[in-house]
């Protein structure tokens, strides 16, 4: 096998890996930035609010993962 060929192989690897990585980060990323978001807006208005809402989304992922 030439080294072109070898690189190629590598090359096709990497960016199969990035693209899954990618979609992956798509499907998962609002779902995590949501409550974020909404806790350091709470958190921004009222201090505890913010943690009491970011500890009753973490409860809910909890309660929701296998």
Known sequence: M???TRLRTAWRA???QA???AGYAV???PGVAAP???SYGLW???DPL???ALGAF???ADRRMP
């Open 58 to 60: 973490l409860m809910l």
């Open 50 to 52: 913010g943690y009491v």
């Open 19 to 21: 693209a899954a990585a």
């Open 2 to 4: 030439s080294n072109t």
């Open 14 to 16: 990497a960016v199969g």
């Open 27 to 29: 499907r998962v990323g």
């Open 44 to 46: 921004r208005a009222w």
């Open 36 to 38: 974020l978001l909404v």
